[in-house]
């Protein structure tokens, strides 16, 4: 078990862009969870996953992001039409669906220009 | 809804002297209360968790933190810093008895340590 892996773990992207992050989650783990971290702030909650099902996500996931997990296995997040404000540490994390206390990956950066 | 407010952004201690971060929580039902560190560029580690039970929890490293109900804290002590302790500290909490789910993070206590 290699824990959670992200990639790509940086992106720079130009304004109005396409952009799509992938999270392989620990393999026994049925739960996936995606937060945005900006600069001087605490993760922020954007949407969780339990196997395929999208369980609930944060009002921070505007209509320009969304998230998949197909077969419960990894998952990709994706942003259209970046803009500047986009600009943050996308964190993976997974868990088992009982007990308490994720794993995060190491995050990807992303920087729109 | 719940929140966590972390007091000081950046605390800084000298090597062997008492780390002390501190912690506050609001919320609505009984919390479950946690306490992250992220190391520069990678993800964040889980340092320790209040459930239930015992009321001073222990963790990794050294680390221990109390749940004072009373003064709703959960605040993040260490008897001797380390130089390997200089990280970004999270405390979080859920208000939510299923198991794991959507956690609200503070702010963060960035943690010097000086030689």
């Known amino acids: 078990d290699t824990g959670v892996s992200q990639n790509p773990r940086h992106k720079i992207t130009k304004r109005g862009q396409n952009v799509t992050f992938r999270c392989d989650p620990i393999s026994e783990h049925n739960r996936l969870y995606w937060y945005r971290q900006t600069l001087g702030q605490g993760p922020e909650f954007l949407t969780y996953f339990q196997n395929e099902a999208q369980l609930e996500k944060s009002r921070l996931l505007s209509d320009r992001f969304s998230a998949e997990r197909p077969k419960g296995s990894f998952s990709t997040l994706e942003i259209q039409r970046t803009e500047q404000g986009d600009s943050a540490m996308y964190l993976c994390a997974s868990s088992p669906d009982v007990g308490y206390g994720y794993t995060f990956g190491s995050g990807t950066r992303l920087t729109v220009v | 809804a719940q929140s966590v407010t972390q007091l000081g952004s950046h605390v800084s201690v000298s090597e062997g002297a008492l780390v002390l971060l501190r912690c506050n929580y609001s919320s609505s039902v009984p919390p479950y209360l946690f306490w992250y560190v992220q190391y520069p560029n990678q993800g964040l580690q889980l340092l320790l968790k209040y459930t239930t039970g015992a009321t001073l929890v222990k963790g990794i490293n050294g680390f221990e933190a109390e749940f004072k109900k009373s003064e709703t804290s959960f605040h993040l002590t260490k008897p001797s810093a380390h130089m390997s302790d200089a990280a970004e500290y999270f405390c979080?909490?859920?208000?939510?008895?299923?198991?794991?789910?959507?956690?609200?993070f503070g702010k963060g206590t960035r943690l010097s340590v000086i030689a």
């Open positions: 979080a909490v859920s208000d939510r008895p299923s198991g794991n789910t959507p956690l609200v």
